[in-house]
C-alpha cells in the first residue's frame, strides 16, 4: 500500500488543480492507460500465439518425418520377422533359401543385399549368389553379437555399403529351431537414400536441421550431411536424451553456444531417435518484428491521443464555467438569468435545460398542486387497490381506493374504512408475517398473499408495501398497493399440471428409446447368420477383458477355430448347407463357453473364436479337444474333406498375461499362426503356442 503522506499530497495536488487540469488528466488518462495496456496484453498474446505457431510447425514436421521413418523400419522387420520363421530359411539349406532372398531383394529396391549366416556367423547363402573364399565371417560384428545375445531383432549403426558406396544399415533376425533354439540369423542390408532425400526435403526455416540418432546417440542421418563424420556422438544434447528415453514433445536448449528451439519424436521400431531444430532467434524473428512494429503504433497513438485529449478538455472547461457563473446568478435570486447557447451537444443541451428550469421555477407551485391533483385522480381511477394504514399492527385502514373496496367485495370504501386490515387477510400468520417485513425492511415488493372478501371467499393477491416516517421521524404509516393476480395463479396451477403430464410422457417416451436403443445395441454385436457375438463385439470383448487381466495380471486364454475344407464342402452341398453348417458350429461353441465370462464370436467366413478370460493354457487345450469332439460328433457329412468324412475343425490356442507393452492384436497373432499350424499338420487338431506370447513357440 502507499504511504499515507503520499496519498495526501497526491490528494492535495489534485484539489488544486483547476477543472481545465483536471479534464486533461482525466481525458489523457482514459485514452493513453488503455490504449497501452491493450497494446501490452495483445503483443503478449500475439507474441504467444506466435512462438506456438513456430513450435507447433517444427513438431509437426519432426512427427510426420519421424512416422514415415517408422514404417519404413516396420515394413523392413515385418518382412524380415515372417521370413526367419518359413521353413525355407529356418532349413539352412542354401538351394532352399536361395530363391525366397531373391524374390525379397527384388520386391524392395532399398534392399541391397540379403545374407544367412551361421550361429558361428559364417557365411550360408548371399541373395546375389555370389559365396567367397575363403566365406565372410560376421561374428565380429555388433549387430550380430547383439542379436546372438539377446536373441531379438537388432539393428545396426549406419554404415557405408561395401556394394553401393552410399549409406545404410543392416538389421540382424535370429533363425530359431522347432525348439526355438537359433540356428542362423538373416542380415539384411538397407540403404538409406530414400530416408535422407526425405529428410533433407523437409525444411525447418532457413537454417534449421533434422537429423537421426541411433540407440548409443550417434548421428546417423543429417539434413547437412557435412555434419556427418563417422557417426558423431550427441548424446549429452538435451533433445538427443529425451529420444533415448523414448519421449516425444519440444525444448529450448543451448549448444556450443547457441540457443536452438528442437522439436523430437521416438521411433519404436528402429530404437531410434528424430529431433527438428532451429536456431531459436530464427524462429522468433518474425514475432520479435511483429511485438516492435505493435510498440512504435502504441506510442504513437498515445501521444496523438493525449494531444486531442488536451485540446477537447481545454474547450469542455471553458463553457463548464459559463454554467457556472449563471448558476451563482440564479442562486442568488435572479430568475431571469440563463445562458448562451453556442452548440446543441450534451453541454449545449445542459445549458439549455437549465434555462427551461429557469423559467419553470417562476410556476412550481401550481405546477406542485396540479401535480397532487392528477396524482389523486389517478389512485382514485386505477383498477389495482391502494391503502393507507397506522404504523401499528390491529389499526383501521386510514385510505383506501375505489378499486379496493371493489376488489374486497363492499359497495363503498366509506364501508371498508370502518374495518381493520387484519380481517382482510385469509389467516393471522400471513397479516403477522407482511407486517414483520416491513418493519424490518422498510419495503416489501410484490409478495403474494390470500385475501379474505367480504363474502368469506378468498382471492390472491400481490402486494407492494412501504414504511414511511413524519418529519421528526416519531410517526409512520404504511402505503399498500394490491393486485388481484387469481386468474394468473389459476393458469400458473393448470400450467404447472400441463407440465407434471407433459414430464410424464417424456420419461415414457425416454424408456421406450432406451429399450429401443438397447435392442439395436444387441442386433449391432450380433452376426444375423449364427446369433454369436459378431467380428466387432468380438474386438470390444477382447479389448476390455485384456484391460481387465492386465489390472489383475490374470491369464487370458484365446481359441482361433477354422472349418476343415470350408470352400470345398460349400461348393459341393451348396450355400444354404454351408449356411446350416457353420450354424451348427456356432450351437457348439456357444454350448461351450460355459461361464458369464467367456465369449463364443464368429470372427469372420468360416473362422470362429472363443475368449476365456482367467483360463491358462491346460483349460484352454482340455476345452479345445471337446470342441474337437463335440464338431465331430455332429456328423456332418464332408466326403470332399481330407482330414476325415465329416465335417471337421482345426484350433490355435494361445494364451498370456498382459503386460505393459503388449496389446490384444499380439494374443491374436499367436492364437491365428498356431491355428495355421494346426492346419498345416493336417487339419482336425489344435496346436497351442507356448505362454511368452511368441508366435513361433508351438
Same mark, same amino acid.
Given at each position: /500500500?502507499?504511504?499515507?503522506?503520499?496519498?495526501?499530497?497526491?490528494?492535495?495536488?489534485?484539489? #488544486?488543480?483547476?477543472?481545465?487540469?483536471?479534464?486533461?488528466?482525466?481525458?489523457?488518462?482514459?485514452?493513453?492507460?488503455?490504449?497501452?495496456?491493450?497494446?501490452?496484453?495483445?503483443?503478449?498474446?500475439?507474441?504467444?500465439?506466435?512462438?506456438?505457431?513456430?513450435?507447433?510447425?517444427?513438431?509437426?514436421?519432426?512427427?510426420?518425418?519421424?512416422?514415415?521413418?517408422?514404417?519404413? +523400419?516396420?515394413?523392413? /522387420?515385418? /518382412?524380415?520377422?515372417?521370413?526367419?520363421?518359413?521353413?525355407?530359411?529356418?532349413?539352412?539349406?542354401?538351394?532352399?533359401?536361395?530363391?525366397?532372398?531373391?524374390?525379397?531383394?527384388?520386391?524392395?529396391?532399398?534392399?541391397?543385399?540379403?545374407?544367412?549366416?551361421?550361429?558361428?556367423?559364417?557365411?550360408?547363402?548371399?541373395?546375389?549368389?555370389?559365396?567367397?573364399?575363403?566365406?565372410?565371417?560376421?561374428?565380429?560384428?555388433?549387430?550380430?553379437?547383439?542379436?546372438?545375445?539377446?536373441?531379438?531383432?537388432?539393428?545396426?549403426?549406419?554404415?557405408?555399403?561395401? !556394394?553401393?558406396?552410399?549409406?545404410?544399415?543392416?538389421?540382424?533376425?535370429?533363425?530359431?529351431?522347432?525348439?526355438?533354439?537359433?540356428?542362423?540369423?538373416?542380415?539384411?542390408?538397407?540403404?538409406?537414400?530414400?530416408?535422407?532425400?526425405?529428410?533433407?526435403?523437409?525444411?525447418? #526455416?532457413?537454417?534449421?536441421?533434422?537429423?537421426?540418432?541411433?540407440?548409443?546417440?550417434?548421428?546417423?542421418?543429417?539434413?547437412?550431411?557435412?555434419?556427418? &563424420?563417422?557417426?558423431?556422438?550427441?548424446?549429452?544434447?538435451?533433445?538427443?536424451?529425451?529420444?533415448?528415453?523414448?519421449?516425444?514433445?519440444?525444448?529450448?536448449?543451448?549448444?556450443?553456444?547457441?540457443?536452438?528451439?528442437?522439436?523430437?519424436?521416438?521411433?519404436?521400431?528402429?530404437?531410434?531417435?528424430?529431433?527438428?531444430?532451429?536456431?531459436?532467434?530464427?524462429?522468433?524473428?518474425?514475432?520479435?518484428?511483429?511485438?516492435?512494429?505493435? +510498440?512504435?503504433?502504441?506510442?504513437?497513438?498515445?501521444?496523438?491521443?493525449?494531444?486531442? @485529449?488536451?485540446?477537447?478538455?481545454?474547450?469542455?472547461?471553458?463553457?463548464?464555467?459559463?454554467?457556472?457563473?449563471?448558476?451563482? *446568478?440564479?442562486?442568488?435570486?435572479?430568475?431571469?438569468?440563463?445562458? =448562451?447557447?453556442?452548440?446543441?451537444?450534451?453541454? @449545449?443541451?445542459?445549458?439549455?435545460? +437549465?434555462?427551461?428550469?429557469?423559467?419553470?421555477?417562476?410556476?412550481?407551485?401550481?405546477?406542485?398542486?396540479?401535480?397532487?391533483?392528477?396524482?389523486?385522480?389517478?389512485?382514485?381511477?386505477?383498477?389495482?387497490?391502494?391503502?393507507?394504514?397506522?404504523?401499528?399492527?390491529?389499526?383501521?385502514?386510514?385510505?383506501?381506493?375505489?378499486?379496493?373496496?371493489?376488489?374486497? @367485495?363492499?359497495?363503498?370504501?366509506?364501508?371498508?374504512?370502518?374495518?381493520?386490515?387484519?380481517?382482510?387477510?385469509?389467516?393471522?400468520?400471513?397479516?403477522?408475517?407482511?407486517?414483520?417485513?416491513?418493519?424490518?425492511?422498510?419495503?416489501?415488493?410484490?409478495?403474494?398473499? &390470500?385475501?379474505?372478501?367480504?363474502?368469506?371467499?378468498?382471492?390472491?393477491?400481490?402486494?407492494?408495501?412501504?414504511?414511511?416516517?413524519?418529519?421528526?421521524?416519531?410517526?409512520?404509516?404504511?402505503?399498500?398497493?394490491?393486485?388481484?393476480?387469481?386468474?394468473?395463479?389459476?393458469?400458473?396451477?393448470?400450467?404447472?399440471?400441463?407440465?407434471?403430464?407433459?414430464?410424464?410422457?417424456?420419461?415414457?417416451?425416454?424408456?421406450?428409446?432406451?429399450?429401443?436403443?438397447?435392442?439395436?445395441?444387441?442386433?449391432?454385436?450380433?452376426?444375423?447368420?449364427?446369433?454369436?457375438?459378431?467380428? %466387432?463385439?468380438?474386438?470390444?470383448?477382447?479389448? %476390455?477383458?485384456?484391460?481387465?487381466?492386465?489390472?489383475? *495380471?490374470?491369464?487370458?486364454?484365446?481359441?482361433?477355430?477354422?472349418?476343415?475344407?470350408?470352400?470345398?464342402?460349400?461348393?459341393?452341398?451348396?450355400?444354404?448347407?454351408?449356411?446350416?453348417?457353420?450354424?451348427?458350429?456356432?450351437?457348439?461353441?456357444?454350448?461351450?463357453?460355459?461361464?458369464?465370462?467367456?465369449?463364443?464370436? %464368429?470372427? #469372420?467366413?468360416?473362422?470362429?473364436?472363443?475368449?476365456?478370460?482367467?483360463?491358462?493354457?491346460?483349460?484352454?487345450?482340455?476345452?479345445?479337444?471337446?470342441?474337437?469332439?463335440?464338431?465331430?460328433?455332429?456328423?456332418?457329412?464332408?466326403?470332399?474333406? $481330407?482330414?476325415?468324412?465329416?465335417?471337421?475343425?482345426?484350433? #490355435?490356442?494361445?494364451?498370456? !498375461?498382459?503386460?505393459?507393452?503388449?496389446?490384444?492384436?499380439?494374443?491374436? =497373432?499367436?492364437?491365428? *499362426?498356431?491355428?495355421?499350424?494346426?492346419?498345416? $499338420?493336417?487339419?482336425?487338431?489344435?496346436?497351442?503356442?507356448?505362454?511368452?506370447?511368441?508366435?513361433?513357440?508351438?
Amino acid at each position: /500500500m502507499l504511504p499515507a503522506t503520499l496519498v495526501n499530497k497526491v490528494s492535495n495536488l489534485w484539489l #488544486g488543480l483547476n477543472l481545465r487540469a483536471k479534464l486533461s488528466v482525466c481525458l489523457v488518462g482514459m485514452t493513453v492507460i488503455p490504449l497501452l495496456l491493450t497494446t501490452l496484453i495483445t503483443g503478449y498474446n500475439g507474441e504467444k500465439a506466435l512462438a506456438r505457431l513456430v513450435i507447433d510447425h517444427n513438431w509437426n514436421a519432426a512427427l510426420h518425418t519421424a512416422d514415415d521413418v517408422d514404417r519404413v +523400419f516396420y515394413s523392413k /522387420m515385418n /518382412m524380415l520377422h515372417l521370413a526367419a520363421a518359413t521353413a525355407e530359411i529356418k532349413s539352412m539349406i542354401p538351394a532352399k533359401q536361395l530363391p525366397l532372398l531373391k524374390q525379397m531383394t527384388e520386391q524392395d529396391e532399398d534392399i541391397v543385399i540379403i545374407v544367412v549366416a551361421d550361429t558361428d556367423g559364417n557365411l550360408v547363402t548371399r541373395s546375389d549368389a555370389r559365396m567367397s573364399e575363403p566365406r565372410t565371417n560376421y561374428s565380429d560384428r555388433n549387430y550380430f553379437q547383439t542379436m546372438k545375445a539377446t536373441g531379438q531383432t537388432v539393428i545396426s549403426e549406419s554404415i557405408i555399403s561395401k !556394394i553401393t558406396g552410399v549409406p545404410g544399415i543392416v538389421i540382424a533376425e535370429p533363425i530359431r529351431g522347432n525348439q526355438q533354439e537359433i540356428v542362423g540369423a538373416m542380415l539384411i542390408t538397407v540403404e538409406l537414400n530414400a530416408l535422407i532425400e526425405h529428410i533433407n526435403q523437409t525444411k525447418i #526455416g532457413q537454417t534449421g536441421n533434422i537429423f537421426l540418432v541411433n540407440q548409443y546417440g550417434q548421428i546417423i542421418m543429417h539434413s547437412d550431411e557435412t555434419v556427418i &563424420v563417422e557417426n558423431p556422438d550427441v548424446s549429452g544434447w538435451v533433445p538427443v536424451k529425451a529420444v533415448l528415453e523414448k519421449q516425444t514433445g519440444w525444448i529450448a536448449y543451448e549448444v556450443n553456444g547457441e540457443k536452438k528451439l528442437a522439436a523430437y519424436s521416438y521411433i519404436p521400431n528402429a530404437g531410434w531417435g528424430l529431433v527438428a531444430e532451429q536456431p531459436l532467434k530464427e524462429a522468433l524473428e518474425y514475432v520479435t518484428h511483429v511485438k516492435r512494429t505493435g +510498440f512504435t503504433m502504441s506510442v504513437v497513438g498515445a501521444l496523438l491521443a493525449s494531444m486531442i @485529449g488536451i485540446m477537447v478538455a481545454g474547450k469542455m472547461a471553458k463553457r463548464i464555467t459559463n454554467i457556472e457563473a449563471v448558476t451563482g *446568478q440564479l442562486a442568488a435570486g435572479n430568475l431571469d438569468a440563463s445562458i =448562451r447557447i453556442t452548440a446543441e451537444d450534451e453541454i @449545449g443541451r445542459l445549458g439549455r435545460a +437549465f434555462n427551461s428550469m429557469a423559467a419553470q421555477l417562476k410556476a412550481s407551485s401550481a405546477e406542485l398542486r396540479d401535480s397532487e391533483e392528477r396524482y389523486r385522480s389517478l389512485v382514485e381511477n386505477t383498477n389495482v387497490g391502494v391503502y393507507r394504514k397506522s404504523g401499528e399492527g390491529n389499526s383501521c385502514i386510514e385510505y383506501a381506493n375505489p378499486a379496493l373496496a371493489r376488489m374486497l @367485495g363492499y359497495s363503498s370504501v366509506e364501508d371498508l374504512l370502518k374495518t381493520c386490515a387484519e380481517v382482510h387477510f385469509f389467516d393471522a400468520e400471513g397479516f403477522a408475517q407482511l407486517a414483520k417485513a416491513v418493519e424490518q425492511q422498510g419495503t416489501v415488493k410484490d409478495q403474494e398473499i &390470500v385475501l379474505r372478501k367480504k363474502d368469506g371467499t378468498c382471492l390472491w393477491g400481490s402486494v407492494t408495501a412501504a414504511k414511511h416516517f413524519d418529519e421528526k421521524r416519531d410517526l409512520y404509516w404504511i402505503d399498500s398497493i394490491v393486485e388481484d393476480i387469481t386468474e394468473r395463479k389459476m393458469a400458473e396451477e393448470s400450467l404447472r399440471q400441463a407440465h407434471a403430464e407433459l414430464e410424464r410422457k417424456v420419461q415414457e417416451r425416454t424408456q421406450e428409446l432406451q429399450l429401443l436403443n438397447e435392442t439395436l445395441y444387441q442386433i449391432s454385436v450380433q452376426d444375423g447368420l449364427t446369433e454369436i457375438a459378431n467380428r %466387432r463385439y468380438f474386438d470390444e470383448f477382447l479389448g %476390455r477383458e485384456w484391460q481387465r487381466a492386465k489390472r489383475e *495380471q490374470q491369464p487370458v486364454a484365446l481359441i482361433m477355430l477354422d472349418v476343415d475344407w470350408f470352400k470345398r464342402y460349400n461348393d459341393t452341398y451348396g450355400h444354404v448347407a454351408g449356411d446350416q453348417c457353420l450354424q451348427k458350429i456356432a450351437e457348439v461353441l456357444q454350448s461351450m463357453a460355459k461361464r458369464p465370462a467367456d465369449l463364443a464370436a %464368429r470372427y #469372420g467366413g468360416e473362422e470362429f473364436a472363443l475368449i476365456l478370460p482367467n483360463t491358462n493354457a491346460a483349460g484352454a487345450e482340455e476345452l479345445g479337444n471337446q470342441i474337437l469332439e463335440a464338431v465331430r460328433k455332429l456328423g456332418i457329412i464332408n466326403e470332399t474333406s $481330407a482330414a476325415g468324412a465329416v465335417v471337421t475343425v482345426s484350433l #490355435g490356442i494361445a494364451t498370456c !498375461i498382459p503386460s505393459e507393452n503388449e496389446g490384444p492384436h499380439k494374443l491374436i =497373432r499367436t492364437a491365428d *499362426q498356431a491355428l495355421y499350424h494346426a492346419k498345416e $499338420a493336417g487339419r482336425n487338431q489344435l496346436a497351442i503356442a507356448d505362454s511368452g506370447m511368441d508366435d513361433k513357440a508351438l
